[in-house]
């Protein structure tokens, strides 16, 4: 069983900064893909960024320019960078790996960002 604990997340001014961390308890990146998900309320979660393990990443047309998925392999963590937020990223962002091969698929808990003056 893998645990991702994410944090980071807060109350933060529209065109502010976060940087979100999911550390995870096993190093799985070099197998897993690791993504970010956000749920807004009355919303589906959906996807913000992708990180494959071989590196390669992807990104939701709502946050490309905006966001940078990375991983440090030594820490075991994944990162979410953002700038320039808006009030529509306001949102839980849950961090996610994934192993469609070993049928493996975990969540952490998710943690919370709100963009508001």
């Known amino acids: 069983q893998v645990q991702l604990v994410e944090s980071g997340g807060g109350l933060v001014q529209p065109g502010g900064s976060l940087r979100l961390s999911c550390a995870a308890s096993?190093?799985?990146?070099?197998?897993?893909?690791m993504g970010w998900y956000r749920q807004a309320p009355g919303n589906q979660r959906e996807v913000v960024a992708v990180?494959?393990?071989?590196?390669?990443?992807n990104y939701a047309d709502s946050v490309k320019g905006r966001a940078t998925i990375s991983r440090d392999n030594t820490k075991k963590t994944v990162y979410l960078q953002m700038d320039s937020l808006k009030p529509e990223d306001t949102a839980v962002y849950f961090c996610?790996?994934?192993?469609?091969?070993?049928?493996?698929?975990?969540w952490g808990q998710g943690t919370q960002v709100t963009v508001s003056s």
């Open positions: 990180i494959t393990s071989r590196g390669s990443t």
């Open positions: 096993t190093n799985i990146f070099s197998i897993y893909a």
């Open positions: 996610n790996g994934r192993n469609d091969l070993l049928k493996q698929d975990y």
